[in-house]
């Protein structure tokens, strides 16, 4: 997986920094998470290829999540896309982008297809043969998901060398990779685990922003690989996050260690601190594996 | 006048171009025309004050023309303005702007006013002691106004040599200001143009963008100071130009030299021209006094 931050600040978009947007690059599939103003241009910047973000997930209706979707979706039709596009987000969403491509009389060239969320519940959205995506339910002042992205264990690894010295034929390797003993013309059954690697092991990460500390999804991201986890604001602003439900770092920083993750990325910052390294600094205090994303900043895991 | 470019070009927003905005400074009155993806960002790199702009005039619902807008609105409000905020634009503009808020659970603290346009003729918009703006209906693929923006003739200047000279009291320097003459005490009668300077000329300026060459503005922009104008396109792709009902360079230019402007600014070029150059010297072969539009670029007259 590669995680490329497009923009990790909250609220308005400013001269150097960004409302939030991701792409989560996991065996060549593009997500795009989020979707502040801007974000085309930060795609560009980040030299990532439109056409290879053939699903959106967007956790919330606050403008610095969602206000730069339409004006994508509308450069797609400028760039003669034709592949099927696939957005996840509150229910209205549709509305929204409906209304604005009617009203500019406009339309899209390629498929266009809204998938609107409302439940409560954790629930999985997106399935395919190499990920899984659900909602991960969050606590904010509107309708939120974060959503969890799991990558499925893969084949086991054929080990060469042993098929060859048992003259096993090619036509097998499949089965083998699929985890079959093999039985030879001899009789004698050769186990799996002799004739194959253990697979690359499966990550998975989870986005979770907007949102107040809440210990509901503990369950959803347990043991998870990375949590990126927003953190608008230091403990000094903790009533200041309570009141607009959002997360100080040490509040994020328990998350993660309650949820036994293996890395914990913090972002959505608000600009009235001087560095984002006073994230960090409070966050280990509590948790030890701290990244602090930042616009442009990518991460592989 | 002073008129600040933060963004002139057509389509999408990329890394070193803007999609159309601009401020216009009549006064110390600013007025923002259009409002692409980024306009706030563009505000910000101009150093020009959030708290200043009340009135928002957009041409048309195409989104290189208004997809800041909606930011741009959310944004005020993070900054805590109370100013009431007047936007000018095609029907329908409305709707988009609240249904964004209304879905976002987002209010504005200030009062929001829309002033929709539906009329095919030219109409006064906005009128004040120093300024009147009027629409200029264009023709293009969707409904599209351009804006003339007329600043009123001022006072004439108090000659105060001259009025001191005749002992005149300062509480009829307001009569003569507005172009009265005087009688003396002892019934000398002095005419005012012995007391007073010329004001200084009015200007005016007019956006006209987009639009297919259409002499049917000519009427309202006759004489016109400044003319800000589209090129889209160069003549080589006149057919596209057509197609698409934007201009080519000369076509502006035309419309320029038949409205016996005095000066003529091109802008919205298409990105796919080597150097945008080329877009002035086409036009000069029509019509002298070409000026180049370009995003951070302000011209004063």
């Known amino acids: 997986m590669k995680l490329t931050i497009l ?21 060549n599939r ?9 974000t085309q241009v930060q795609l560009r910047k980040n030299k990532i290829r439109f056409s290879k973000i053939n699903h959106i997930f967007i956790s919330h209706l606050h403008g610095d999540h969602f206000f730069g979707l339409v004006g994508l979706v509308s450069t797609f039709t ?19 982008i409906k209304l604005q491509l009617r009203l500019s009389n406009s339309w899209t060239n390629y498929g266009l297809f809204f ?44 080990n060469l060398d042993a098929v060859q010295n048992y003259e096993i034929e090619s036509c097998y390797y499949q089965i ?48 998870i690989d990375v949590l990126y ?29 309650k949820a036994n993750a293996k890395q914990l990325i913090l972002g959505h910052y608000s600009t009235r601190y001087e560095s984002i390294e006073l994230f960090k600094e409070e966050a280990e205090t509590i948790f030890s594996e701290v990244l602090l994303a930042d616009d442009g900043k990518s991460f592989e895991f």
């Open 115 to 158: 998938h609107e969320l409302e439940s409560l519940e954790s629930e999985i959205v997106f399935e395919d043969d190499k990920v899984l995506v659900k909602t991960i339910p969050l606590k904010h002042r509107v309708y939120t998901n974060g959503f969890l992205f799991q990558e499925k264990i893969g084949n086991r690894k054929l």
């Open 78 to 96: 400028l760039l003669n896309r034709t592949t099927d596009l696939h957005i996840y987000g509150p229910k209205g969403i549709k509305e929204i």
């Open 229 to 257: 986890h927003e953190s608008t604001f230091l403990q000094s602003e903790e009533n200041l996050a309570k009141k607009t439900l959002h997360s100080t770092a040490k509040e994020a920083a328990t998350i993660a260690f």
């Open 176 to 223: 083998i990779k699929n985890g079959k003993d093999i039985t030879l013309e001899d009789g004698r059954i050769i186990e799996n685990d002799k004739l194959t690697f253990d697979p690359v092991p499966a990550k998975n990460y989870a986005f979770c922003s907007d949102t107040v500390y809440n210990e509901a999804m503990l369950p959803i991201i347990e043991n």
């Open 7 to 27: 923009g990790c600040y909250a609220a308005t978009p400013r001269t150097f920094t960004n409302p939030t947007s991701q792409v989560l690059d996991i065996k």
């Open 30 to 38: 593009l997500f795009l998470i989020d979707c502040g103003e801007g």
